[in-house]
């Protein structure tokens, strides 16, 4: 396991923008397939972003075309670009990474996990 650390959360106003990271706190992040998942009060944590080791990405349908995932430095830094936000996407993003197996949107394949950060948009 690795351990992960969230940031860039806060609330904004719909149409606005968020950029969130993720880092390592232990070991860099290369070579792990990872994911930005979230969670409103009530639902259950569903995915949102992933990329691969070889950085393909995939998105919800509720997000493409607004939300962006990347790595950086050196791969050892994911971050999620947020645009275009609306109150549907408040919640409690968290990153997750898998070393074993590729990336997927379902967060029972992931084993590190962050300790997330609150995303709020007003309308």
């Known amino acids: 396991q690795v351990h992960l650390l969230e940031a860039g959360g806060g609330s904004v106003e719909a149409g606005g923008s968020l950029r969130l990271s993720c880092a390592a706190t232990?070991?860099?992040?290369?070579?792990?397939?990872m994911g930005w998942f979230r969670q409103a009060p009530g639902k259950e944590r569903e995915g949102v972003a992933i990329?691969?080791?070889?950085?393909?990405?995939e998105y919800a349908d509720s997000v493409k075309g607004r939300f962006t995932i990347s790595r950086g430095g050196d791969k050892r830094i994911l971050f999620l670009q947020m645009n275009n936000l609306t109150p549907e996407d408040t919640g409690k993003y968290y990153c997750?990474?898998?070393?074993?197996?590729?990336?997927?949107?379902?967060?029972?394949?992931?084993?590190?996990w962050g300790q997330g950060t609150q995303v709020t948009v007003s309308s």
């Open positions: 997750a990474a898998r070393y074993v197996g590729q990336a997927t949107m379902n967060h029972l394949d992931y084993n590190s």
């Open positions: 232990t070991y860099g992040l290369l070579g792990y397939s």
């Open positions: 990329i691969g080791r070889d950085d393909t990405t």
